[in-house]
């Protein structure tokens, strides 16, 4: 053998040993890696997949009325309840190898390194959809080669723990498609205002184009570049056999319609009432073990739309364009069932809210809850007492208190209950309180919902106390449920993400916390302030009113130098109303004083249209008798200023209006007009 040839067989022999020795050292460092990783990803476990969700809140009859989220508004989707054309178009467009890959396309990875190697830089991307979904739930998206190694190592863990379809489901639901909307299901809401599952080949592939890039493929922003890269996906989802050629054409011919004007029409749906909502579902929740951020909750609520949308439409025809400002609140009297809420004019200027939030005095709003303390102590509409001027004493003689009417006229006569009520006459208040005792009506408040200990002073008779538009209305509430302890309550149901049941609203009769008697009579004598037979020195307080009622009403107003209260139901539906300032202002023109009265009949008068006037009808141990509001006396012809009233069987009169001894005992003026009788046969 030459030498030459030697040398040359050395050299190869050297060669193949050195290859094979890098092959080796090359598999066992593959191999080594394999088992790392393999090592790393069991040590560390199964990564979370949790992310922030968007609850959703649907009114009453189950339409959606708004969402809540924390971060991002997203709503979590099971890839079987999207449309099938979505899945198909971002594996066609974002990762065509996606079911047989590890997480990886090590094709594209070299092709994408050679290029950012050229361009020193690093501008391309290369992620597969499990790598995106890695980004999208545990990184940034900065440009750099920590955090793609960081978002292949999350990738890996992912593709060892979790099958294909949870994958892609998780990514489905954490992409970002601008205008702050996270995953298919708010993207489908926003731009088409559909579900996910129903969208078209078209509408699947415009939401595709948008992930490319938000702020240059939204169909809002940028309708051209919007329209070629959803020409892009089309023609990849045929290329990739996703759809026929045919499919393609019908989908590239149909016009993209966005209705994400719908989207801005559902953000302006009852926004103090979703407010309340999302607080007393998070009290739920928490009572269940469950955790509010979660998200992803459906929130079935009690909200009607047509009283949300009557409410506010009222309030925009009367509301003066001044600082004074508005709570109002509709609920369900046999339910406690909250149907409408405006707790400001503008939820945008102001989130505070002044139906649950705003401590305010109800003014004569209170003597109700005076007068159904005093109907349990043995009081009835037919109970007389003087209402002249007089001076009060209290805390043990050392402090006086002189109330007055708003006109500055007294009573020269006694009178009755039915009338004092009906006219608001502040005298009488205060006598009863006296006659009742502070304790007593305290308890009758906090039975009726009101959370308040009243201090020992007169003029807690006559709403100084500071309380709830929302626990006033409560109060009246309960007496239109016949006295019954209805909560008010504005969630039905609660649904977690994965679909099972957590709360359903409890369906139990309430307590009885005050008798049908006791809250007929006085639901009866709440409808006096409508009728001007009790009109004298004083006029029933609801005149006003009275024009455009077509139905019986029980209610009460009051008033403050500084607050308006009404509050007044039907059969069916409370409604409370609170106008004012909400600080260092009082109430001295006569538009703002009148707002509330013209806001509170205009939204029963709507809510009630196309009904029939439902009465109140009365329980076993009430009778119905036609006295004389003078007297007091069973009316005769004699006697003009006659109305029907209820009492308890023990209060029956028995004496005629014309009998002389009630004539000495309630002397006065006597009244020549005819009696004008209310319209229905409520009051006949």
């Not at 009101?450 to 409560?474: H, K, Q, R």
């Not at 039905?492 to 008798?515: M, W």
Request: net charge neutral.
């Amino acid at each position: 053998m030459k030498r030459t040839d030697y040398i040359k067989s050395t050299n190869q022999k050297k060669w193949k040993k050195l290859v094979l020795s890098l092959s080796i050292m090359l598999i066992t460092a593959t191999v080594t890696v394999m088992i790392a990783l393999r090592l790393y990803a069991q040590l560390l476990g199964a990564p979370s997949l949790s992310v922030p969700k968007a609850s959703l809140f649907l009114d009453h009859n189950g339409h959606q009325i708004g969402d809540h989220f924390s971060q991002q508004r997203r709503y979590w989707m099971k890839l079987a309840d999207m449309s099938p054309f979505l899945a198909d178009a971002f594996v066609a467009t974002e990762d065509q190898k996606f079911y047989s890959h590890h997480g990886f396309d090590y094709k594209r990875i070299a092709g994408a390194v050679l290029k950012d190697v050229k361009t020193m830089s690093k501008a391309q991307g290369a992620s597969t959809i499990t790598q995106q979904y890695a980004r999208n739930l545990y990184l940034t998206h900065e440009k750099s080669w920590t955090r793609k190694i960081h978002e292949a190592l999350f990738a890996y863990r992912l593709e060892v723990f979790y099958d294909k379809e949870t994958i892609l489901e998780g990514y489905l639901n954490t992409v970002y498609f601008g205008h702050g909307m996270y995953g298919v299901e708010a993207a489908s809401r926003f731009y088409f205002s559909k579900a996910a599952k129903e969208l078209t080949l078209e509408e699947a592939a415009t939401i595709a184009a948008i992930a490319k890039g938000p702020s240059i493929y939204s169909p809002l922003a940028n309708p051209e570049k919007s329209r070629n890269r959803q020409l892009l996906v089309l023609n990849l989802m045929e290329k990739g056999d996703f759809i026929t050629a045919s499919q393609k054409e019908r989908a590239v011919a149909e016009k993209i319609v966005l209705k994400t004007e719908s989207w801005e029409d559902t953000k302006r749906v009852a926004p103090y009432f979703l407010d309340a909502a999302w607080q007393q579902a998070e009290d739920i929740l928490e009572a269940k073990g469950r955790v509010p951020a979660e998200g992803g909750w459906t929130i079935r609520t009690t909200l009607n739309q047509q009283h949300q949308k009557t409410a506010e439409e009222v309030i925009q025809q009367w509301m003066p364009a001044n600082e004074l400002q508005i709570g109002f609140v509709s609920m369900a009297a046999n339910t406690g069932f909250i149907t409408s809420m405006v707790g400001g004019v503008n939820f945008g200027d102001s989130s505070f809210n002044r139906v649950t939030q705003a401590k305010r005095q109800p003014g004569s709003a209170m003597k109700p809850i005076l007068y159904a303390a005093a109907l349990e102590d043995g009081f009835n509409p037919l109970t007389f007492m003087t209402a002249e001027k007089t001076l009060f004493t209290y805390d043990e003689g050392r402090s006086t208190y002189e109330p007055s009417n708003i006109n500055g006229e007294f009573a020269a006569k006694p009178i009755s209950l039915a009338q004092a009520l009906a006219i608001s006459d502040n005298i009488y208040a205060v006598k009863t309180l006296e006659s009742v005792g502070y304790t007593h009506y305290t308890k009758m408040a906090q039975r009726l919902g009101i959370d308040v200990t009243f201090p020992e002073s007169p003029a807690v008779a006559l709403g100084t106390s500071d309380v709830t538009l929302l626990e006033m209305t409560t109060a009246y509430n309960r007496i239109a449920s016949t006295g019954l302890q209805v909560e008010p309550h504005m969630i039905l149901s609660i649904t977690d993400s994965t679909g099972k049941v957590i709360y359903e609203h409890p369906k139990k009769k309430p307590k009885q916390i005050l008798s049908v008697q006791d809250a007929f009579v006085l639901t009866h004598l709440m409808t006096g302030m409508f009728d001007p037979v009790f009109s004298d020195y004083l006029s029933a307080t609801g005149l006003s009113m009275r024009p455009k009622q077509t139905r019986p009403y029980a209610a009460k107003s009051g008033t403050t130098i500084s607050d308006q209260y009404l509050i007044g139901f039907t059969p069916t539906v409370t409604a409370g109303i609170w106008t004012g300032f909400d600080r260092g202002k009082q109430l001295e023109g006569l538009e703002d004083k009148a707002v509330s009265k013209k806001i509170w009949i205009d939204f029963m008068e709507a809510v009630h249209a196309g009904t029939a006037p439902e009465p109140f009808l009365p329980p076993k141990g009430v009778q119905s008798v036609v006295v004389d509001i003078e007297t007091g006396g069973v009316a005769v012809n004699e006697c003009p200023k006659q109305r029907l009233v209820y009492v308890k069987d023990k209060d029956v009169p028995k004496k005629l209006c014309t009998d002389r001894s009630l004539r000495e005992q309630h002397s006065g003026k006597e009244e020549n007009s005819k009696l004008e009788l209310f319209p229905f046969s409520f009051f006949e």
